[in-house]
């Protein structure tokens, strides 16, 4: 069997994003785009967009403190050998947001997607990943911090066509003050998906009883010759470390917090630099919500 090569964050450096997409109305036709995007979502709340053969995207798209419920979508056409990375920043939404991600790949095309979700009321992610050509690649890590009543609701579907895919779904979250994470992926192998690899990892970090995290992985495998497996952990704030902190003169409270926010900032440094600022702005704002 051959295995799937496995595509990392750092097939795409650090990016500018010179061109800002916007606009009200209806999304329009189909867009094609290579370079970097920006696009902030606002009136505009869907988007059609394809990257032709061999042409590289990365697109970065911004959702904080929008002032209605919204419903988002993006819809992407990779060509064969295309490449796309989509950064998702989505911070201090007082109303539900909810942000949909559907792809369909071609022969080798490769997709990568990071989100970050903190500080909204109702957070609801779906990526709908479609692998349709041999030795297409995608890979999903979606990060949300709940707190203080808050959801993050993220679910995951990848559906495996062809040869020599490789479909990873990395899902992280902090379950805080009564907040509550949701993750749920599933991944679908096809008969002629020989020599497929697809992993699921989900974490979680809670502070207790009051808060919860619930995982729902699963995988529907119709080919013997696969590489093919789940993971899932929940834990908890250490005991030890808080009591490190605080004999070190921090209460325990604000211990808590820091060691929060410590965990969340491996997340926050996959984001590009415009997105950062209000990524840890909405952070800090669930962070704010616990108590003592």
Known sequence: MKTAQRYGLAMFPRAVFPKEVSGSGPAKAKETLSGNVLWEIGARRARKISVPKGARLVLAVSADDLPRTTDAALRLELAEGASCMVYLAASKNALPLRFTLAAELSRGARLLYASFWAGNVLG??????????????????????????????????????????????????????????????ETAVGK?????????????????????????????????????????????????????????????????????????????????????????????????????
């Open 124 to 185: 609801v992610e779906r990526l709908e990943l479609a692998l349709n050509g041999r030795g297409a690649a995608a890979e999903a890590a979606a990060f949300g911090v709940a707190g203080g009543g808050e959801v993050f609701d993220t679910r995951a579907e990848f559906a495996c066509n062809a040869r020599d895919c490789a479909a990873m779904f990395d899902a992280r979250s902090v379950a805080a003050a009564g907040g509550q994470t949701l993750v749920r992926a």
């Open 192 to 292: 002629s998906a020989a020599g497929t690899e697809a992993r699921q990892r989900f974490l979680c970090l809670t502070d207790g009883a009051r808060s919860v995290a619930d995982f729902e992985p699963r995988l529907n495998i119709m080919n013997k010759d696969v590489r093919c497996g789940h993971a899932a952990k929940t834990i908890s704030l250490s005991d030890e470390e808080l009591f490190y902190m605080e004999s070190r003169g921090i209460p325990r409270g604000e211990a808590r917090k820091a060691a929060i926010a410590a965990f969340s900032e491996a997340a926050l440094g996959t984001l590009p630099a415009e997105l950062q600022e209000k990524a840890r702005a909405g952070l800090w704002d669930t962070i704010g919500k616990i108590q003592p």
